[in-house]
């Protein structure tokens, strides 16, 4: 059985930075996709950035561009996001992953396994 470990999590003011990490367990992603997702407060979940197992493409929501990092550690199994805070990045942050290389690596749906997410606040 696949599991999807989130650690990383934490309390960062404002202009600061957090490395999200996310192991899998249970199997191998040689292929497919991993992504993070984040809810933030009485909202929606919502997507933030991706990465193909194989090619390494990565993609993100435009409100992160150029302040997140997604990349994988294929000898750990691990997805990492690192980040850098601003106050509206302030959500519970889940990994998700799937075996197959989905087109709509921004849709909920397409996701086979998820984590059980982190919490990330950031003080203004």
């Known amino acids: 059985q696949v599991q999807l470990v989130e650690s990383g999590g934490g309390l960062v003011q404002a202009g600061g930075s957090l490395r999200l990490s996310c192991a899998a367990s249970g199997r191998a992603f040689s292929s497919g996709v991993m992504g993070w997702f984040r809810q933030p407060p009485g909202k929606e979940r919502e997507f933030v950035a991706a990465i193909r197992w194989s090619a390494g493409s990565t993609y993100y929501v435009d409100s992160v561009k150029g302040r997140f990092t997604i990349s994988r550690d294929y000898a750990k199994n691990t997805v990492h996001l690192q980040m850098d805070m601003k106050p509206e990045d302030t959500a519970v942050y889940y990994c998700?992953?799937?075996?197959?290389?989905?087109?709509?690596?921004?849709?909920?749906?397409?996701?086979?396994?998820w984590g059980r997410g982190t919490q990330v606040t950031v003080s203004s």
């Open positions: 998700a992953a799937t075996r197959f290389s989905i087109a709509a690596y921004w849709d909920t749906k397409y996701y086979e396994y």
